[in-house]
């Protein structure tokens, strides 16, 4: 069992910034560097979408379009722990963020902005983005 933590959302004010966290552990953990890593959200009354991705090494990395330059995702595997830096945060930036770990042997852009292609989710972390 693999076990993902998020910790670092809260309430901000628009053009306000936040770091999340996402702390990987577990029985059956392996090495951390062996997941491909994912933040996902779901808005209120809106089905969860893909926000970024970061491959293995932490080399490639992907994001929406709504976030691109806004948010940076990154990874420390040393801590084992996934980041994503949000800066610019707009009112439709509210969500639920989820992080996500996945081990599929194969890699590419549809892999990795897709939610079945994740195998461990975390529980999510609330950001609220006052107007």
């Known amino acids: 069992q693999v076990q993902l933590v998020e910790s670092g959302g809260g309430l901000v004010q628009a053009g306000g910034s936040l770091r999340l966290s996402c702390a990987a552990s577990?029985?059956?953990?392996?090495?951390?560097?062996?997941?491909?890593m994912g933040w996902f959200r779901q808005a209120p009354g809106k089905e969860r979408e893909f926000v970024a991705a970061i491959s293995r090494s932490g080399g490639t990395t992907y994001y929406v379009d709504s976030v691109k330059g806004r948010f940076t995702i990154s990874r420390d595997s040393g801590k084992n722990t996934l980041y994503l830096e949000l800066k610019s945060l707009k009112p439709n930036d509210t969500a639920v963020y989820y992080c996500?770990?996945?081990?599929?042997?194969?890699?590419?852009?549809?892999?990795?902005?897709?939610?079945?292609?994740?195998?461990?989710w975390g529980q999510g972390t609330q950001v609220t983005v006052s107007s």
């Open positions: 996500a770990a996945g081990d599929r042997t194969s890699c590419s852009f549809s892999v990795y902005i897709t939610e079945h292609q994740y195998s461990y």
């Open positions: 577990g029985r059956t953990f392996s090495t951390f560097s062996t997941y491909y």
